[in-house]
T-cell receptor, first 117, second 113 residues
Framework: DTGVSQNPRHKITKRGQNVTFRCDPI?????LYWYRQTLGQGPEFLTY????????KSRLLSDRFSAERPKGSFSTLEIQRTEQGDSAMYLC???????????????FGPGTRLTVL | DAKTTQPTSMDCAEGRAANLPCNHS???????VYWYRQIHSQGPQYIIH???NNETNEMASLIITEDRKSSTLILPHATLRDTAVYYC??????????????FGTGTRLQVTL
């Protein structure tokens, strides 16, 4: 399967603990996005990378959140000192930016469902 | 990006065409209309997009009104597997940094026997 993969698929943690999620994009895709989705709502943009550079961060991305894409391939999203309000589905997507600058459509992974007790 | 308005939910009988409307009255001249869907417990899936001409692919057809203030996604022969939340998104040209997607709450389509 050559789609976007995310691990783990589910994570249950206690309030105050740190968690880290991983996203493996489609191999030739140079752009990677993170979104968060709460129950009954559409996904909300968190941040995105062009290769290893983090180009934009949403106001939703508090200081407790950090994302990396060190080698321009996979990405990790870490949440420190988790709170119950962090419970959500965390979605990763990737796309290809052509030399012309045009960005192809985004392909999403299955998400990581986080539950903070 | 322009705001969109979609019905909260719709039903469709299997085998019939599903027509999902979307209003985007504040759309700018260079903004595209994108449709994604999200089947339960999965990530969103790209369906189709267009600027001003009608578009068709293997999944669906997109009809955009002449004034571009509204559009309709058509699933010509809905099946039970088309049951999902459908998101209509309006966004600037897919270049540079303007590539993030702004989702609303979408339309929940229920396909029934």
């Amino acid at each position: 399967d050559t789609g976007v993969s995310q691990n783990p698929r589910h994570k249950i943690t206690k309030r105050g603990q740190n968690v880290t999620f991983r996203c493996d994009p489609i191999s030739e895709h140079n752009r990677l996005y993170w979104y968060r989705q709460t129950l009954g709502q559409g996904p909300e943009f968190l941040t995105y990378f062009q290769n290893e550079a983090q180009l934009e961060k949403s106001r939703l991305l508090s200081d407790r959140f950090s994302a990396e894409r060190p080698k321009g391939s996979f990405s990790t999203l870490e949440i420190q000192r988790t709170e119950q309000g962090d419970s959500a589905m965390y979605l990763c997507a990737s796309s290809l930016v052509r030399p012309s600058g045009r960005v192809k459509e985004q392909f999403f992974g299955p998400g990581t469902r986080l539950t903070v007790l | 990006d322009a705001k969109t308005t979609q019905p909260t939910s719709m039903d469709c009988a299997e085998g019939r065409a599903a027509n999902l409307p979307c209003n985007h009255s504040t759309i700018s001249g260079n903004e595209y209309v994108y449709w994604y869907r999200q089947i339960h417990s999965q990530g969103p899936q790209y369906i189709i997009h267009g600027l001003k001409n009608n578009e068709t692919n293997e999944m669906a057809s997109l009809i955009i009104t002449e004034d571009r203030k509204s559009s309709t996604l058509i699933l010509p022969h809905a099946t039970l597997r088309d049951t999902a939340v459908y998101y209509c998104i309006v966004r600037a040209p897919n270049t540079g940094t303007a590539s993030k997607l702004t989702f609303g709450t979408g339309t929940r389509l229920q396909v029934t026997l």
